[in-house]
């Protein structure tokens, strides 16, 4: 079994995306201000030994192979996101078919044998996928912590109206990055 001290996954929820639709455009701008957020989660969970799982549609390619899923998805507008944000040999890759990064995949297999009870949900879009999760993740009993500033909507109020139920009805910690980090780093 795979023991962290503090029992944390961080989650980053499809950011290997095209954007190739009405209106991608916006939410690669959106995405693309939350990467150093994310970014910096990332080194923080990997310096203290906390799995980071990068959970992606599939695009029709059914296929777990990150390579596979970022030469499809790389193009003008989703480079500049998926060069700064692509998972590591180390870092963990599932495909979901729906919005939950927990349906229809084995993420709350992977999580118990690594025994983690408290995640960290970042990534897109913050108003359906990570939405989405974080409702499951709640419903299966893990502490949640979505970073304001690690999430992101095609519009900011849909952003917004997310991490305030997400905060009120899921129970989630929204603080930022920075201030997490730092609570972290003290405890």
């Known amino acids: ?52 799982i990068y959970v992606n549609d599939h695009y029709d390619i059914w296929k777990a192979d990150i390579e596979t899923i970022i030469d499809y998805a790389e193009n003008e507008r989703s480079a500049p996101i998926i060069q700064q944000l692509k998972p590591d040999g180390d870092e963990y890759f599932l495909i979901k078919p729906k919005h939950s990064a927990f349906y229809g995949t084995a993420l709350n297999t992977l999580l118990h044998q690594l025994e983690v009870n408290k995640l960290i949900i970042t990534g897109v879009a913050g108003n359906i996928c990570v939405f989405f999760t974080a409702n499951d993740a709640y419903m299966r009993e893990f502490t949640i912590h979505v970073p304001e500033d690690a999430i992101a909507s095609e519009y900011d109020k849909d952003t917004k109206y997310a991490l305030e139920m997400m905060k009120n009805v899921l129970r989630a910690d929204t603080t930022k990055t920075d201030d997490w980090i730092a609570k972290q780093l003290k405890a």
């Open 1 to 52: 079994m795979h023991n962290t001290a503090s029992n944390t996954a961080l989650l980053i929820i499809d950011v290997i995306n095209d954007f190739d639709f009405v209106p991608g455009d916006k939410l690669a701008e959106n995405t693309l201000a939350i990467c150093p957020s994310i970014v910096k989660l990332k080194k923080h969970c990997k310096q203290h030994g906390m799995p980071v």
